[in-house]
């Protein structure tokens, strides 16, 4: 699989060779992690260790991202009370309807947009408002780490949307160049280390995309997936979190 990831621009292993049409080079760093993993935690339990571990550390980092950054500026003479409803808010984001579906079927590209998303969100916020060595640091290998979420580009791009509304509401509160200044570092950096898979598959979708249009999969799987998404599509059913998953089944021939 590292192999695969190193030479992930033309898919030698699928048919005859193909021009890769996902992220797929973008797995590399969660490979790299498991191999490293591998040294101490038995082959069949990584996967295990991964899904359990991308769950508590939303959870941790939806906390510190309440603690830190969100409570203080909503109720900043509360203090005393600030950690608990954190603690609650992290509770909630490993707790809910919509988590426990995610992970009851496990995709590792949205298990790691689960457990980064919040870290990604705190470092971009603690580098723009304190730009040091260390916040760097910490935007930067944070943002490596949840490189594997892209394996799926359209959760990149979930991802990217945040962070401009994030960097926008910060924009609009202090429009002074150095603030300008930092908000850019952070879309640079942000680019720079998805740089690797993103390239590629900006190329393959401006010369491409047909491939994926007339794929087997895709003339077999999309209209089914659309009306099981249409069949949870109301406002109560995105209110209450609800997704088709829920109408699925795990067999048991016993």
Do not use: C
């Not at 490293?36 to 980092?61: E, N």
């Not at 429009?175 to 993103?198: E, P, Q």
């Not at 999309?222 to 979190?241: C, F, I, K, P, W």
């Amino acid at each position: 699989n590292i192999s695969r990831s190193l030479t992930a621009v033309w898919q030698e292993y699928q048919g005859l060779g193909l021009l890769g049409g996902m992220g797929h080079a973008a797995d590399l760093p969660r490979q790299l992690i498991l191999w490293m993993a591998s040294l101490v935690i038995p082959l069949h339990l990584l996967r295990f260790a991964w899904t359990f571990g991308m769950l508590a550390l939303g959870a941790i980092g939806v906390y510190m991202l309440a603690k830190d950054v969100v409570l203080p500026r909503l109720f900043p003479r509360q203090t005393r009370s600030i950690e608990l409803v954190a603690a609650l808010a992290g509770f909630g984001y490993a707790t809910n309807l919509a988590t426990a579906q995610m992970f009851s079927v496990p995709f590792e590209s949205f298990t790691t947009h689960f457990g980064f998303l919040p870290w990604l969100l705190y470092t971009a916020i603690g580098f723009m408002e304190r730009p040091k060595r260390r916040t760097f640091l910490f935007l930067f290998i944070i943002n490596i780490f949840a490189v594997p979420q892209a394996y799926v580009p359209t959760i990149f791009l979930v991802y990217l949307a945040a962070l401009a509304i994030v960097t926008l509401t910060f924009l609009l509160h202090q429009r002074t160049v150095n603030r300008l200044k930092n908000i850019a570092f952070v879309w640079a950096v942000t680019f720079a280390v998805n740089a690797f898979w993103l390239l590629p598959f900006l190329y393959f979708t401006a010369t491409g995309n047909a491939v994926t249009q007339g794929a087997k999969i895709n003339q077999m799987a999309t209209e089914e997936v659309y009306l099981r998404n249409r069949a949870y599509g109301t406002l109560s059913d995105t209110l209450q979190l609800k997704g088709f998953w829920l109408s699925t089944f795990d067999f048991n021939p016993d």
